[in-house]
């Protein structure tokens, strides 16, 4: 039965020519019951591991603000800084701002290396790149004399963090079971939010040991970088990364050991046959700019885009700052950004708990429209706390609604805007697309990195409605553009995404076909059969 369904697969769904895929109907629902393996303790394990990328970004994220708060790490580097006296003007320091934002420039190009890199060596072995060069980096900037020294250092993490947010999220994608593929693939976003928390208990830890409690928070960068460098040696490369370099038994070796059976022929054939699509193509980056990867071109740039400007960053950055801005102390501030910290950890758990089972669509939206009510409403209790000081109820419930705004961002846009740019690319595009989804990252968070300061002193508690509106924007791209992709395995994505989407559907429509290089139009098994299937090819 497998191999009959094996063939009405490849003559139903996928027929193959020049690089691209043509599929007639959706992808087979029958075939995915023929995926025999489960979810073992290996595959288990071996994503705790690798999500233990996401805390090199965690802890970046992190650190910066309270770093900055250090009265050390401030009369070293910006004794030049005059605050004034307007509390949303106090850090309104370019070069200050450099200092959190540099680090993303380098992790955008990074990530553009990373794709590379991913393509040709493995996605283990990015990793393992990412963990060496975030640790380089945590020497520099813990031994930092002078601004360009720090800033060096900053770039050669950045370097760091472009890795391991490149590889971890395909890593996690491919090693997972489709139906559990999206919780697995959150672990990486979990690891993001524990990174978080711990460099904000870091920093309040060492806000009093003066003058050198800033090098201290830096040097724990260390903890991260180690634990994902030895980690990812202890761990196999995926199967999809092995089959793609020409190494098919450790390939299907892997896939039983972390599927806990024998027979896995019909996924392993599965990854084969998306390999050998994917072989015919020798420039994924021109690859994915042609019409028939339109859709995952656009939700690549669109869907990282809107995650920073929803504003997450700006808090997680600059938390203690954005705090003392709303009338608390410095030893006050930082505290109430440990308890987001702690919000930020503990939904992250919703996440994993819903992901696969009421689908990306609903935490999307749901985050959304939790986030704007809570951007709106924070904006105008600081306005109103400017306004009339020294109010505890008042300054409480700022903290109350921030917490809800970054819960709501922890089960939606935080895990999903690195889960679904990862899982909807064909493997052909896979290493362009994830790496296009981690450069518009990276490129968005420097530019909230480098301005948010600026924008805080230039329109003061309006910036929360200046992130709101595009948090109003970015819902509305969900409900008309994002596709669900629950319960997909993740090489028939592009089948959903072109068949049942109302609007991509006639985006790729009539997109031009080409005939593989080893393949002769009418050699058999790949040709489409005239008649009314013929009318039902579509392009993947």
């Not at 996928?14 to 489960?38: P, Q, W």
């Not at 009265?71 to 006296?85: I, K, L, P, W």
């Not at 009314?532 to 993947?540: S, T, Y």
């Amino acid at each position: 039965m497998a191999g009959d369904l094996r063939v009405s697969h490849l003559l139903s769904s996928r027929v193959t020519m020049g690089g691209g895929t043509v599929a007639v109907g959706s992808f087979d629902a029958e075939r995915c019951k023929l995926y025999t393996g489960h979810t073992t303790g290996a595959v288990i394990l071996i994503a705790v591991i690798a999500a233990s990328g996401g805390l090199l970004f965690g802890f970046d994220n992190g650190i910066t603000g309270g770093v900055i708060s250090h009265s050390g790490f401030e009369a070293r580097f910006f004794g030049h800084h005059v605050a004034g006296n307007d509390p949303f003007c106090k850090f309104n320091d370019q070069m200050l701002q450099l200092f959190t934002s540099c680090l993303f420039l380098s992790g955008a190009a990074a990530a553009m290396v990373g794709s590379y890199t991913c393509r040709r060596f493995g996605r283990k072995a990015t990793m393992i790149a990412g963990g060496a060069c975030f640790l380089g980096g945590t020497v520099l900037v813990t031994l930092a004399i002078h601004m360009a020294m720090l800033v060096l250092g900053r770039l050669v993490l950045g370097v760091g963090v472009g890795f391991a947010t490149q590889a971890t999220p395909l890593y996690l994608s491919e090693m997972a079971p489709f139906n559990m593929r999206g919780a697995l693939n959150i672990m990486f976003q979990l690891a993001v939010t524990v990174g978080i928390l711990g460099a904000q208990l870091i920093n309040f830890g060492t806000q009093h040991i003066k003058p050198w409690g800033w090098r201290l928070s830096l040097a724990m960068g260390a903890v991260p970088s180690l634990i994902l460098f030895f980690g990812s040696m202890l761990l196999p490369d995926t199967p999809n990364s092995l089959v793609q370099r020409g190494r098919n038994e450790d390939g299907r070796k892997v896939l039983q050991r972390i599927r806990g059976t024998d027979n896995v022929d019909v996924e392993f054939d599965d990854i084969v046959e998306a390999v050998r699509i994917s072989a015919s193509v020798k420039n994924p980056w021109r690859t994915i700019t042609r019409r028939r990867y339109w859709p995952q071109l656009v939700i690549s740039i669109l869907v990282p885009i809107f995650q920073q400007l929803t504003g997450i960053n700006a808090i997680m950055f600059y938390a203690p700052q954005l705090f003392q801005a709303a009338g608390h102390s410095a030893e006050s501030a930082l505290l109430s950004t440990v308890i987001t910290g702690a919000v930020n950890v503990a939904s992250t758990f919703v996440a994993i708990i819903l992901v696969d089972r009421v689908g990306r669509r609903a935490l999307f939206i749901e985050g959304g429209i939790q986030m704007l009510i809570c951007e709106v409403v924070v904006g105008f209790l600081i306005k109103q706390n400017f306004e009339t000081p020294g109010n505890d109820a008042l300054a409480s419930a700022i903290i109350a609604l921030i917490c809800l705004y970054v819960a709501g961002f922890a089960w939606s846009w935080g895990p999903l805007g690195w889960l679904v740019p990862s899982e909807i690319q064909p493997l052909e595009t896979r290493a362009a697309g994830t790496g296009l989804n981690t450069f518009c990252n990276f490129l968005f968070t420097f530019f909230i990195g480098q301005l948010f300061l600026t924008l805080l002193c230039a329109l003061k508690w309006g910036t929360f409605l200046f992130f709101g509106g595009f948090v109003l924007l970015m819902t509305l791209f969900v409900i008309l553009c994002i596709p669900e992709t629950k319960g997909v395995p993740i090489e028939e994505l592009s089948e959903v995404i072109i068949h049942k989407h109302w609007l991509w559907s006639r985006v790729v429509a009539g997109a031009p076909l080409e005939t593989a290089p080893h393949e002769e139009p009418g050699s058999g098994l790949y040709d489409v059969a005239p008649g009314r299937d013929q009318g039902l090819a579509k392009v993947v």
